[in-house]
């Protein structure tokens, strides 16, 4: 059992013995988890400002979304499409599982079920991002990026959650690459664990744009 012990050297003094503790630690115990933390926490706070952004500017139409005149004929309530989005977010919804499973097998220092669960996972990011492009076509969300301030907002915000799949991405990438050539340590085993709570926060801002930029237009 991993113990600190406490001596008295010759002048008197009180000694720490910390060499039977562990060199890692896991979650709250690890600086690294609070950077973790407080990165989702800021990014949090940028996905906030962004929705609020998009309630700002309802304000300024009396339809939502305005109308689409450039097209023919007009389109009077041109909402987003929808099945694209709601397979993205239900792949994603349930990745989380996936993501857990793998968690789980970085905290037992499973290597071969981490590596399995990183490659599901690099897969499910990576086709989650060819939706997100797929999203972003015109003919989809109905706006070009410079049309109006709706069609700004809205490819701000896919956009900029864009950058979160990208970067859990690469995050799965890097990690199965190394645990394949290197194998799984439990300093490697923590990041895992981190890339897992950073998934679960991306799924989560998912649903919540979701539920703004798809489903409220349709129900407000």
Sequence with gaps: MAR??????????????????PNHGQDSREPVWWGNALLMFIESMTVLLLLISYFYIRRNFTEWPPTQPNTIPPQFHPVPDLPVPTVELVMMVLSCGVMYWTDMGARREQAARVKV????????ALAAVAMRFFELNPAHLKFRWDQNAYGSIIWVILGTHLTYLLAAAAEFFIMVFWIFRHGLDPKHGLDVTLAGGYWYWVAGTATLIYAVIFIGPRIL
Excluded: F, H, N, Q
Aim: aromatic share 0%.
């Design 117 to 124: 669960g990183l490659l599901a996972m690099l897969v499910i």
């Design 4 to 21: 600190v012990v406490e001596t008295i050297d010759p002048d008197g003094c009180r000694v720490l013995d910390v060499s039977g503790l």
